[in-house]
């Protein structure tokens, strides 16, 4: 086969790349929808604490090596925690209060952002102490000094990307696209627990 041929076909391959690995993420998240949120939720729970540890480093110029343990955290975090609590909280706010709901729209982002946000937060401190082995006087300091500030930031950054997410991301992607979000909000999470 001639270079440029060879050239063409594999950058062909590579630019079908991209639609190979949707339509495969789309067909798990027909067979295992709650696997597949849960998997993604791990990883990019995990790269968000990477990006956390290498903002963290670049600003100290530290050489210190990689926190493998809080990776681990995320991960188990994200997957048995992040991705199945957002699906079935999702699937419930559709059915609670279905899209033709007389202001819909604003009743969605208030429980969203007055019920599930702070209890969801809460959840990430408790599990986070826990798998850290920190004991019951770690989290309610962790709490009485990170909650209220992370509540808060939590409210600016997420409002209104929940707001495009409970209203106009269709369902089954609504997971994921909180979790791309979640990339940078999983870095300002990890940054309080330095």
Known sequence: MAPAASRLR????????????????????????????????????ALGNLLAQMIEKKQKKD????????????????FFVTGPLSHYFYL?????????????????????????????LLLFFLVINLLEGKDASAFAAKMRSGFWPALQM??????????????????????????IAALFWYAYLASLGK
Not at 63 to 78: A, F, I, K, W
Not at 92 to 120: G, S, T
Not at 167 to 179: D, G
């Open 10 to 45: 594999a950058e062909s391959e590579f630019g079908s790349f991209p639609r190979r690995a949707l339509a495969q993420y789309l067909l798990l998240l027909k067979l295992y929808p709650v696997f597949t949120k849960a998997v993604s939720s791990g990883i990019l729970s």
């Open 63 to 78: 050489s210190q090596s990689l926190d493998v343990r809080g990776l681990l955290r995320y991960l188990v975090y994200g």
């Open 92 to 120: 419930f706010m559709e059915y609670w209060i279905p899209p033709e709901v007389p202001l819909a729209i604003v009743k969605r982002l208030l429980l969203d952002r007055l019920l599930f946000a702070p209890a969801f």
């Open 154 to 179: 939590n409210w600016r950054m997420w409002t209104p990307l929940q707001f495009i997410n409970i209203n106009y991301v269709p369902l089954q992607f609504r997971v994921l696209f909180a979790n």
